[in-house]
């Protein structure tokens, strides 16, 4: 298994919309609707933003949204914010009782 | 509010067994299955394994033949032990909490730990 495939980095500037891509494979991301989204601030866990590959928790501003199509799946940040820089790390379920994350992709608010 | 809180050595030797303890408070444990997840300095997330409230564990591929999750309900908590380690493995460690999707399949992970380092060096 190898990880999913995400871009090392995107930017932006404040107000503007941005999309990180998540790509696997018809194993796990194009296979099962389990797709789930995390952003990260330095030294700090991990925190879920999206899950199955759609659904906000309680509490995520409405400017995150995702989809998929095919093996790959998407996080879009609209309007951009200062606090939206981070990186953001994709996950999905990938068969056979396992897990993938992707590698990660550092958002800079410009 | 669940919290969950990683404890264990900071340094470990190599060839030597990582233990770490997750302590879950705000809810009972027996109520979901739990995970670990590391992350080495300037990388990617991994994930290590899960753990039913049974006790049945399900690991990465990659970590299978070094990793041991056990759970004690009485406690409300889960460990992880990984044997044989080297500088590789050395990483932030992260307990979580799963939610399931149909079937029982891994879905997400909505609590985290804050995450304890975990150095490998002699």
């Known amino acids: 298994q190898s990880a999913l495939t995400q871009p090392p980095s995107a930017s932006g500037s404040p107000g503007q919309s941005v999309t990180i891509s998540c790509t696997g494979t018809?194993?796990?991301?194009?296979?099962?609707?389990?797709v789930s989204w995390y952003q990260q601030h330095p030294g700090k866990a991990p925190k879920l933003m999206i899950y199955e590959v759609t659904r906000r928790p309680s509490g995520v501003p409405d400017r995150f949204s995702a989809t998929k199509s095919g093996n790959t799946a998407s996080l879009t940040v609209s309007g951009l914010q200062a606090e939206d820089e981070g990186h953001y790390f994709c996950?999905?379920?990938?068969?056979?009782?396992?897990?993938?994350f992707g590698g990660g992709t550092k958002l800079t608010v410009l | 509010q669940v919290q969950l809180q990683e404890s264990g050595p900071g340094l470990v030797k190599p060839s030597e067994t990582l233990s770490l303890t997750c302590t879950v408070s705000?809810?009972?444990?027996?109520?979901?299955?739990w995970t670990w997840i590391r992350q080495s300095a300037g990388k990617g997330l991994e994930w290590i394994g899960r753990?039913?409230?049974?006790?049945?564990?399900n690991y990465s591929p990659s970590l299978r033949n070094r990793v041991t999750m056990s759970i004690d309900t009485s406690k409300n908590q889960f460990s992880l032990s990984l044997t044989s380690v080297t500088a590789a493995d050395t990483a932030v460690y992260y307990c979580a909490r799963v939610r399931e999707g149909v079937r029982g399949l891994t879905s997400y992970f909505d609590y985290w730990g804050q995450g304890t380092l975990v150095t490998v060096s002699s």
């Open positions: 705000g809810g009972s444990i027996s109520s979901y299955s």
């Open positions: 753990i039913y409230p049974s006790g049945s564990t």
């Open positions: 996950s999905s379920y990938a068969g056979r009782n396992s897990f993938l």
């Open positions: 018809n194993s796990d991301v194009g296979l099962y609707n389990y």
